[in-house]
């Protein structure tokens, strides 16, 4: 079965077409750059210009750079601040159905839909716990699955560490804006991760963003108790998490099945008859 996935970011909208049986590309992914400014009537345009190159018809799933409650922003990271309490999915669906007729879009977060790829079929797969997903870019975002269910709109990149919103200082943006060694920038990144484990105590960390495809050049100086892996699916992770999400109910948290009480054996009194 195949879906379409869209990854809306702050610099660039690709998609393709999702095989989700295995969770790869049925067809190389089309980037357009983001608009200026990244208003909703000119967000949804470009999307629906994704879509259409791939002479698409059937479902879509976006992922969005916002905390998402059925289907509405409820903040504006890397676009435009009047995406706030606007209707993500409808606005979406709109573009779409004018000019593919009648599609209905699934938005989820980014950084949980790239944390949904990577349980399904990247570097978290078959983990149980209590797995966090981190991406590092613009900004740090985080995804936390507890038995691989996702418990949705975690906005941890933006703890309070000295003083500082964390993803000030640790995101690679940070890295890139006040030019510093990968040494100096992974100790950020350490001290980050570090309150989350912390906090959450969890059984596997996977970092993603842009920063997982150079994990050779700061992975080595990261001293944690926890183990860290850097995401496989990289670049394709929002596009292929949001095909999943578009096909099943995948951010809302299921409960795990406890193994069944087995009873002892009954207990008779002297003489053999039961109380």
Same mark, same amino acid.
């Given at each position: 079965?195949?879906?379409?996935?869209?990854?809306?970011?702050?610099?660039?909208?690709?998609? %393709?077409?999702?095989?989700?049986?295995?969770?790869?590309?049925?067809?190389?992914?089309?980037?357009?750059?983001?608009?200026?400014?990244?208003?909703?009537?000119?967000?949804?345009?470009?999307?629906? #210009?994704?879509? +259409?190159?791939?002479?698409? $018809?059937?479902?879509?799933?976006?992922?969005?750079?916002?905390?998402?409650? $059925?289907?509405?922003?409820?903040?504006?990271?890397?676009?435009?601040? /009047?995406?706030?309490?606007?209707?993500?999915?409808?606005?979406?669906?709109?573009?779409?159905? /004018?000019?593919?007729?009648?599609?209905?879009? /699934?938005?989820?977060?980014?950084?949980?839909?790239?944390?949904?790829? +990577?349980?399904?079929?990247?570097?978290?797969?078959?983990? $149980?716990?209590?797995?966090?997903?981190?991406?590092?870019?613009?900004?740090?975002?985080?995804? =936390?699955? =507890?038995?691989? #269910?996702?418990? &949705?709109?975690?906005?941890?990149?933006?703890?309070?560490?000295?003083?500082?919103?964390? +993803?000030?200082?640790? $995101?690679?943006?940070?890295?890139?804006?006040?030019?510093?060694?990968?040494?100096?920038?992974?100790?950020?990144?350490?001290?980050? =991760?570090?309150?989350?484990?912390?906090?959450?105590?969890?059984?596997?960390?996977?970092?993603?963003?842009?920063?997982?495809?150079?994990?050779?050049?700061?992975?080595?100086? =990261?001293?944690?108790?926890?183990?860290?892996?850097?995401?496989?699916? #990289?670049?394709?992770?929002?596009?292929?998490?949001?095909?999943?999400? %578009?096909?099943?109910?995948?951010?809302?948290?299921?409960?795990?099945?406890?193994?069944?009480?087995?009873?002892?054996?009954?207990?008779?009194?002297?003489?053999?008859?039961? &109380?």
């Amino acid at each position: 079965m195949r879906v379409f996935g869209v990854d809306i970011g702050g610099t660039g909208i690709k998609g %393709a077409p999702v095989d989700i049986e295995d969770g790869t590309l049925a067809a190389p992914r089309f980037r357009i750059p983001t608009p200026r400014p990244a208003d909703p009537e000119s967000v949804a345009r470009t999307v629906a #210009q994704v879509v +259409e190159h791939f002479d698409w $018809s059937g479902p879509v799933g976006a992922t969005f750079p916002a905390v998402i409650k $059925s289907g509405v922003a409820r903040t504006a990271a890397n676009v435009d601040p /009047s995406w706030v309490d606007t209707d993500v999915s409808a606005t979406l669906s709109t573009a779409l159905g /004018s000019a593919l007729g009648g599609t209905e879009v /699934s938005v989820v977060n980014d950084a949980d839909a790239a944390g949904v790829a +990577e349980m399904a079929f990247g570097a978290g797969r078959d983990t $149980s716990g209590l797995v966090v997903m981190t991406t590092f870019g613009t900004g740090i975002g985080t995804a =936390l699955f =507890l038995h691989g #269910q996702l418990v &949705p709109n975690t906005e941890l990149g933006h703890l309070e560490i000295h003083g500082h919103d964390a +993803e000030t200082k640790a $995101s690679e943006a940070a890295r890139e804006r006040e030019d510093l060694s990968w040494d100096k920038w992974a100790k950020r990144v350490n001290r980050y =991760l570090a309150t989350v484990e912390a906090l959450l105590w969890p059984d596997l960390i996977i970092i993603g963003g842009g920063a997982s495809k150079k994990a050779d050049k700061f992975f080595d100086h =990261l001293q944690l108790r926890t183990k860290v892996v850097p995401a496989q699916l #990289q670049n394709d992770a929002g596009i292929i998490g949001a095909a999943l999400v %578009a096909v099943g109910d995948q951010t809302r948290p299921r409960p795990v099945p406890r193994p069944a009480r087995r009873r002892g054996p009954a207990t008779r009194p002297p003489g053999g008859r039961r &109380p």
